[in-house]
């Protein structure tokens, strides 16, 4: 079946402008995350989604940044007055959504993000 | 101090070698996991463990709730097993928090 998906795969912005970066989980998973990934680094959380509603906003870096899941499958996440900082690979993952510690998280390829 | 420390960041070897690539945890988890990265960012999830050992193929995974630690080894390793190999744990019900990942490359 379908895995997750991630579009686009590249965005090239210039410092400023606001970007969309858009993921499709696997059909039916209820829960969804956003990781960003600098280089040479481990991804590190940003957001996590159960259902419409974002039940963990912790690693969003500022007000810059908001996630949206309106209907419960694809999100966007959406980044204001882009900086060079913000340069990186914005990862995408679905789970089934138990809050077993057994639920595995599949990634989409992730989009990578570059701000000049 | 991040809460989850790989080691050795890099680590390069020959074809056939037996690799141990380690992970030590501050934190409470539920569970660890050990995630495989390939070039151009696809990640795929290899073990998921909360204790003792797993075994899929050439790979095994160990942990030590005791001790905060966890172990990844590959036995006769292959130029295909080059790839960034992940640590992260489960903090809660959700939410996971990664290492920084150990680059291996496994020359023919």
């Known amino acids: 079946g379908a895995g997750v998906s991630q579009t686009p795969s590249n965005k090239v912005t210039e410092k400023g402008k606001y970007v969309e970066l858009r993921c499709d989980p696997i059909s039916g998973h209820t829960a969804l995350y956003w990781y960003r990934q600098s280089l040479g680094q481990g991804p590190e959380f940003l957001i996590y989604?159960?259902?419409?509603?974002?039940?963990?906003d912790s690693g969003l870096p500022n007000d810059r940044f908001f996630a949206v899941r309106p209907e419960g499958s694809v999100s966007t996440l959406k980044i204001q007055r882009t900086e060079r900082g913000d340069s990186a690979v914005y990862l995408c993952?679905?789970?089934?959504?138990?809050?077993?510690?057994?639920?595995?998280?599949?990634f989409g390829p992730g989009t990578r993000l570059t701000v000049l | 101090k991040n809460e989850v420390e790989q080691s050795p960041q890099n680590l390069t070897a020959q074809e056939g070698e037996f690799i141990t690539i380690n992970c030590s945890y501050s934190?409470?988890?539920?569970?660890l996991h050990w995630l495989q990265q390939h070039p151009g960012g696809g990640i795929v999830s290899l073990f998921m463990l909360s204790s003792g050992k797993k075994k899929h193929g050439r790979l095994i995974a160990t942990i030590n709730i005791q001790e905060k630690h966890s172990s990844l080894h590959i036995t006769a390793s292959h130029p295909r097993d080059s790839a960034v190999y992940i640590c992260a744990v489960r903090r809660g019900a959700q939410k996971l928090v990664f290492g920084q990942g150990t680059r291996l490359t496994i020359n023919p």
């Open positions: 934190v409470g988890i539920s569970a």
């Open positions: 993952a679905s789970s089934v959504g138990t809050s077993r510690s057994t639920d595995t998280q599949y």
């Open positions: 989604f159960q259902g419409t509603g974002a039940a963990d």
